[in-house]
Structures are given as structure tokens and as C-alpha cells.
């Protein structure tokens, strides 16, 4: 268990564990929890969980780059990312022990 | 988007569960996802993106405020790193 990645899987089968629903119900659930993230950080807009931390949106300008291997300069266009920021209560939790 | 606002809009697509059903549904997602990570374990969710912590050494900091050094710890941090998808998403969109 030490060592394994969690996944969609490990999730579902806590809410199935921990709630009782059905496999099936908690697959669908926890697809659908990060398809509307996904959809609200495509539409520009943050994500904020309290205990968890939050998802923003940031814009990034364009600039030149340069192919660390090959060292040709490129333009990296303009993009936009996704950044995290734990919350203090994620970040305690990880730091305990 | 809060998280009062995922789990209202959650409970539109499943009128056969109970709204605290679906609070405790959505708590147990970020609470295991939270304690893998203190477990020192990663969490990926293809497409959406992967949790992992990296450590950060111990260093001496100091106050901003008055510039005396202060140690500090070492530290793990979260790092999150976005999945293809979801980068592909967010920059089709406008």
C-alpha cells in the first residue's frame, strides 16, 4: 500500500468502503467531480476547497524560449496554466509525522 | 467554483442519492487523496492531473520584516502537475 499511486480506482473503492455506494455509482461520481473541475477551470474560473486548496487559472504571456538540447530559440505562445495552492490544513497534514 | 457549489451541482445528476450522501461523497474524494499524500504515496487521475510532495531541505530564512535569520526546517510540499487533457482544455476554450 506504501508505495502504490492512488488513483480513480483507490478513491472509489474508499466512498464504496466509507458511504456504500455501489462501484459503479462512486466511479461515476469521482469522474464527474473532475469533469467539472475541469469545466470550471476551462471557463476561466478558480476552484476553492477550504480544507483542500485551490485551483487557479493564470495567464501567461508569450516569450522566447530556447530548445535546452539544441539551444534554437522559440516562441513559447501565450497559454494559460493551471496552479495549485494546498491549503494550510493539506499542508500541516503532509507535515505531520 | 466553491465546493458548496460542485456538490449542488453534483446533486442534480443523481436525484437518487441523498444531498449528504454527496457531501460525505465529495469529502472522502479530497480526504483520500490528502492522506495518500501523507503517506508519502502520488495520486494520479489520468487526464485531470498528479499529486505528489517533494521535500525540501532544511535553510536558513530570514524575516523580511527586520532581516534576522531564522532555520528553517526541512518540509515536504504539494506538487501538483496538470494533466494533458485538462492543459489542452483550458487553452481552447475562451
Not at chain 2, 492522506?35 to 517533494?54: D, I, P, W
Not at chain 2, 515536504?76 to 492543459?87: A, C, I, M, W
Amino acid at each position: 500500500m506504501k508505495d502504490k499511486t492512488l488513483t480513480r480506482l483507490g478513491i472509489c473503492e474508499a466512498i464504496y468502503r466509507q458511504i456504500g455506494l455501489s462501484r459503479k455509482d462512486s466511479l461515476d461520481i469521482v469522474q464527474n467531480i473532475l469533469e467539472k473541475k475541469a469545466n470550471s477551470l476551462s471557463n476561466g474560473d478558480d476552484i476553492k476547497l477550504s480544507s483542500f486548496g485551490s485551483f487557479l487559472i493564470k495567464r501567461k504571456k508569450s516569450r522566447i524560449g530556447r530548445n535546452p538540447k539544441t539551444k534554437i530559440e522559440a516562441v513559447i505562445s501565450e497559454r494559460n496554466v493551471v496552479i495549485f495552492r494546498p491549503s494550510m490544513q493539506l499542508k500541516n497534514k503532509i507535515n505531520t509525522d | 467554483m466553491k465546493k458548496s457549489e460542485l456538490i449542488d451541482q453534483l446533486a442534480k445528476d443523481y436525484p437518487h442519492l441523498y444531498h449528504r450522501d454527496i457531501e460525505k461523497v465529495v469529502d472522502v474524494f479530497y480526504n483520500s487523496i490528502s492522506e495518500a499524500l501523507a503517506n508519502g504515496q502520488r495520486v494520479e487521475l489520468r487526464g485531470f492531473g498528479a499529486f505528489s510532495t517533494k521535500e525540501r531541505g532544511p535553510r536558513i530564512g530570514r524575516n523580511p520584516k527586520n532581516g534576522e535569520r531564522v532555520a528553517v526546517p526541512r518540509k515536504k510540499s504539494v506538487y501538483y502537475k496538470p494533466g494533458k487533457e485538462l492543459k489542452e482544455r483550458i487553452n481552447s476554450s475562451n
